[in-house]
């Protein structure tokens, strides 16, 4: 079975902090995503990576980087969190060439910013 | 661009009653629709999807779903719900030409109560 992991699932930081949301997958799949959901919002496209060390702009991008220097990890940045970044962070991967573009997500990582 | 639209935010069902959650897409071509489940705190987990052929489909734990072109909606049912079918219920659009490299768009999801 395709397992995506996120190191942490619960995290509180202070308006300022840099944060580091880390995801890993262990299916060798090419394409990797990052998700925000907030609640009556669904889902919210951040950032996604076709490639080691390729990465590209979702739908709502401000405010956060990434980083992708292995095929199995991707990284979530926040450089300075905000309260209004208070959310449950979903990462997701799909294989290269997928006819459907079905995706596969680890469990969240909840993060709280006072 | 592709947007999904699941018009109903809560919907209360009784256990052993049917069900069916909405969902309508908007995408200029033949769309690839997926239909995911998330229990409280967890992450989500793909009920069944439709790319191709019979328009109805089967998934996991008793679901189906069916794509009418004609009505842009990817409906959800189960003839019968469980108590274990309490959950947030997203429906996701993918394009057929990104080969899953640009991700899904999805709805605001569809939050389900199961009555005793």
């Known amino acids: 079975d395709v397992k995506v992991t996120q190191s942490s699932r619960y995290l509180v930081k202070r308006t300022g902090e840099k944060v580091f949301l880390e995801c890993v997958q262990d299916m060798d799949h090419e394409n990797m995503f990052w998700y925000r959901q907030d609640p009556g919002l669904g889902l919210r496209l951040i950032y996604f990576s076709y490639d080691v060390k390729m990465k590209e702009k979702g739908d709502i991008p401000e405010g956060y980087s990434v980083s992708r220097e292995k095929k199995e990890r991707f990284s979530l940045i926040l450089e300075s969190a905000s309260t209004n970044q208070t959310s449950m962070y979903l990462c997701?991967?799909?294989?290269?060439?997928?006819?459907?573009?079905?995706?596969?997500f680890g469990e969240g990582s909840r993060l709280t910013v006072l | 661009a592709q947007s999904v639209t699941q018009p109903d935010i809560h919907i209360t069902v009784s256990e052993g009653a049917s069900l069916e959650l909405r969902c309508n897409y908007s995408?200029?071509?033949?769309?690839?629709l997926f239909w995911y489940v998330q229990s409280p705190g967890q992450g989500l987990q793909l009920l069944l999807k439709?790319?191709?052929?019979?328009?109805l489909v089967q998934g996991i734990k008793g679901f189906e779903a069916e794509f009418k072109r004609s009505q842009s909606s990817f409906n959800l049912r189960k003839p019968s719900v469980h108590w274990s079918d309490a959950a947030e219920y997203f429906c996701?659009?993918?394009?057929?030409?990104?080969?899953?490299?640009?991700?899904?768009?999805f709805g605001k999801g569809t939050h389900l109560i199961i009555q005793p």
């Open positions: 996701a659009v993918g394009s057929s030409s990104g080969g899953g490299a640009d991700g899904l768009t």
């Open positions: 439709y790319f191709s052929g019979d328009t």
């Open positions: 995408y200029g071509a033949t769309p690839y």
């Open positions: 997701a991967s799909s294989p290269a060439g997928s006819r459907t573009g079905e995706l596969f």
